[in-house]
């Protein structure tokens, strides 16, 4: 009975992976279609916005993220086309097609789609997406700290990931960065600093996995900025 049960588990199982493929072979063109819609939808409706602040003399910062964002969040489709641009500076990251809910001085919120093609052989978000999530939020925050800073550099040395349940659903990572200022202005030389993000549900109740990217962080001497 025990194998009879086993085997009806694996065929069941299996069938669903078979499913996710086929769902995946279909939909997922006609999603990067629909992408693609929006986001030329959203330059059409940010060209005007845009020419009317240079016509103003107000133009838009287009060397830091933050005053992108805030450009882009009020407009409609705006958050789409602002994701769909920090994707291309980060084509790998782009592939997890995530979306920036919030951008704040020191807290990002980046959310996910549960599709298909994201899903491991048992019906949830794969690790490896999770983890990509988890290192755009966390590095885009620490993103909003640098760029309001001159001669700091930074860059991820190192990831780690901890799941407690498994990710079914939209998922939503906050990355909340408050000391990180602080830390650098103190900066000499180089210095490696943790910076966390929490994966939660649906609901932003349920915490699903933690995610904390180490960064190394560097400031820059104004004789090794002369010599680049």
Avoid at 107 to 126: A, L, T
Wanted: charged share 20%.
């Amino acid at each position: 009975r025990h194998h009879t049960r086993w085997s009806s588990f694996r065929f069941l199982n299996t069938g669903k992976k078979m499913r996710d493929a086929f769902v995946s072979f279909i939909l997922h063109p006609l999603f990067l279609l629909k992408q693609a819609v929006i986001v030329l939808l959203a330059l059409i409706i940010a060209i005007v916005p845009f020419l009317v602040r240079s016509v103003q003399g107000k133009p838009l910062n287009l060397k830091k993220f933050r005053p992108i964002f805030q450009f882009l969040e009020p407009l409609p489709l705006g958050k789409h086309l602002f994701s769909f641009m920090v994707g291309l500076f980060a084509p790998y990251t782009g592939t997890i097609e995530a979306h920036v809910e919030r951008f704040e001085a020191h807290e990002v919120e980046i959310s996910m789609e549960d599709q298909p093609w994201k899903r491991n052989p048992y019906q949830s978000i794969h690790f490896i997406a999770l983890a990509n999530l988890g290192e755009f939020t966390t590095v885009l925050s620490a993103l909003s700290v640098m760029q309001g800073m001159k001669g700091v550099r930074g860059i991820p040395i190192s990831l780690n990931i901890s799941c407690t349940k498994k990710a079914r659903g939209t998922v939503y990572c906050v990355s909340n960065v408050g000391d990180l200022e602080e830390k650098l202005l103190k900066l000499e030389g180089k210095q490696e600093i943790d910076i966390e993000g929490k994966i939660m549900d649906a609901s932003r109740k349920v915490q699903i996995a933690t995610v904390t990217v180490t960064m190394s962080f560097q400031k820059m001497s104004s004789e090794s900025k002369k010599t680049k």
